[in-house]
């Protein structure tokens, strides 16, 4: 059984109730997954999770927030925010953005850890669910000017486990950390369509 307390820490941000922690370990178990490890005990983090190769990691990502109870606010394309998915995900912490204005993204992603006491941002680092040999490098930029720190979380379908792995400092040099981030993950998880690892 699925016990939050021992993945979530005092400082994290909640949400929802038992009825909703119920909902979300059924969604985990209907896909079989289960957890390892406890996120960092920090009241603010930007949350980065890979590999991100199929639609069916937002069930994952829906199953986490709620089983958990824990508030993780997630950016999503502006279009995928329609009815009726729309409340849901915005209940959820979604946060519909522009892909054509990135500077406006990233100002009101800034905003919104200046603004709260407790704001956990994920982040997909693919930005796709195609294979890449790079990632998008805005989660460092973003964490490093918010002064926050990155937090990582795994997802390996060989073994059906998200990992709660570990918590790193962003630093100046985007791009070299994002690459290095990149090769960390590789290295470790596989996601539910491994051909677009």
């Known amino acids: 059984m699925i016990k939050p307390e021992n993945h979530v820490p005092e400082s994290a941000p909640r949400i929802g109730n038992r009825f909703t922690r119920f909902i979300g370990r059924c969604i985990l178990r209907a896909f079989g997954y289960t957890f390892e490890g406890k996120f960092a005990n920090e009241p603010k983090l930007v949350l980065i999770v890979s590999p991100h190769t199929s639609n069916w990691d937002l069930f994952l990502a829906i199953g986490t927030i709620l089983a958990l109870g824990v508030r993780i606010n997630f950016m999503m394309k502006k279009e995928a925010f329609f009815f009726p998915l ?12 522009d892909r054509s ?3 406006r ?20 680092p693919e930005g ?4 890449v040999n790079t990632w998008k490098s805005g989660f ?6 918010a002064d926050v720190p990155i937090f990582i979380m795994g997802v390996d379908s060989r ?10 400092s962003a630093g100046p040099k985007a791009l070299e950390q994002a690459e290095e981030l990149r090769l960390y993950s590789k290295e470790r998880y596989c996601g539910i369509n491994p051909e677009n690892n």
């Open 159 to 168: 073994t059906k486990t998200l990992h709660l792995d570990k918590m790193v």
């Open 101 to 103: 204005n990135p500077k």
């Open 128 to 131: 796709t669910r195609k294979p």
């Open 105 to 124: 993204v990233v100002a009101s992603t800034l905003r919104g850890f200046r603004d709260r006491e407790k704001f956990w941002l994920a982040i997909l």
């Open 140 to 145: 460092v930029r973003i964490a490093h000017k």
């Open 86 to 97: 729309k409340s849901l995900f915005i209940a959820l912490g979604g946060v519909p953005i």
